[in-house]
Structure formats: C-alpha cells, structure tokens
C-alpha cells in the first residue's frame, strides 16, 4: 500500500500563489504518474495535473499557464505550483499516483486551499 501525503494548502488572496507538494511513502509502481485532482463544495472531483514518469505533462485547461507541476523522483515526491489563483480554483486538493497519466490508483487525504477576493 502507498501513502500519499500532501502539504501546503491554506487562504490566499485573488492573484497569489501556493506550493503544494505530496510525498509517496515509498515508489509506487517501476514506471509511475503523479498528479493533482481537486473537488469544489458541491462538485465533481476534477483533474488539475499531472505528468509522467518521461515528463509528459498534462494540463486541464482552467489552469494552463497558472499552475505548474514538478517531481522528484528519488524522493517519490511531486510539488504543484500555483499562480495567479483565482476564486474558482478553492477546492480540496488531492495528490494522486499511478502507472499513467490516465490511471491512478492511490489518492492522498486531500488539502484545502481557499483563495479569496
């Protein structure tokens, strides 16, 4: 079982930025995708983020250019990087991993981040 652990959640101001990282408790698969879901009060849980172990990202579109995703594989850890957040981008962050980008098998805790305006 792999556990995912996320932090650095919080309130910010409209147009400011939080980092958001999430550690696996150990590799997960020998090949593996890590990425960013989130789920709005009173919405579907929606992908974010993600990329692959080669580096292939994935963007949804109401954040491309805003937000930005990066891991470290040695540490089994990957960080998301937002900018310019937005009202609509407050939701309960959850980290995810699996073997791609269109799987993903184990899901953190979740991680509220809250923008106001």
């Known amino acids: 079982q792999v556990q995912l652990v996320e932090s650095g959640g919080g309130l910010v101001q409209a147009g400011g930025s939080l980092r958001l990282s999430c550690a696996a408790s150990k590799r997960p698969f020998g090949r593996y995708a890590m990425g960013w879901f989130r789920q709005a009060p009173g919405q579907e849980r929606e992908f974010v983020i993600g990329?692959?172990?080669?580096?292939?990202?994935e963007y949804a579109e109401a954040v491309k250019g805003r937000f930005t995703i990066s891991r470290d594989s040695a540490q089994n850890t990957v960080y998301l990087q937002m900018n310019s957040l937005k009202v609509e981008d407050t939701a309960v962050y959850y980290c995810?991993?699996?073997?791609?980008?269109?799987?993903?098998?184990?899901w953190g805790q979740g991680t509220q981040v809250t923008v106001s305006s």
């Open positions: 995810v991993t699996g073997p791609t980008l269109r799987q993903y098998d184990y």
């Open positions: 990329v692959n172990w080669n580096g292939v990202r």
